[in-house]
């Protein structure tokens, strides 16, 4: 069983910044994609950020520039650096891993960007 768990998330200013992490464990042996969605109140889920085996990483437009997708794979984490924060990007941050065996999602982050 793979489980995923995102952690990091709170209330943050306007301008600010967070670090989302995304700890994955149990039986995985190759992790092909990691993903970042988001999913705000009465809003489809969307893909912000992707990071393929071979380290190319992908963003929406409405996070590039702001956004850094990073992992670990000693540790099988990855992470989110969200900088420069806007009240618009609040939402419940997700986790997604795709492996050989499927696709994984963990519980989600509450970011709330407000003053």
């Known amino acids: 069983q793979v489980q995923l768990v995102e952690s990091g998330g709170g209330l943050v200013q306007p301008g600010g910044s967070l670090r989302l992490s995304c700890a994955a464990s149990g039986n995985i042996f190759s992790i092909n994609h990691w993903g970042w969605y988001r999913q705000a109140p009465d809003m489809q889920r969307e893909l912000i950020a992707g990071?393929?085996?071979?380290?190319?990483?992908k963003y929406a437009d409405s996070v590039k520039g702001r956004f850094t997708i990073s992992r670990d794979t000693s540790k099988d984490m990855a992470y989110l650096q969200m900088n420069n924060l806007k009240p618009e990007d609040t939402a419940v941050y997700l986790c997604r891993i795709i492996t050989p065996t499927g696709g994984y999602w963990g519980q989600g982050t509450q970011v709330t960007v407000s003053s």
């Open positions: 990071m393929v085996k071979n380290g190319s990483k």
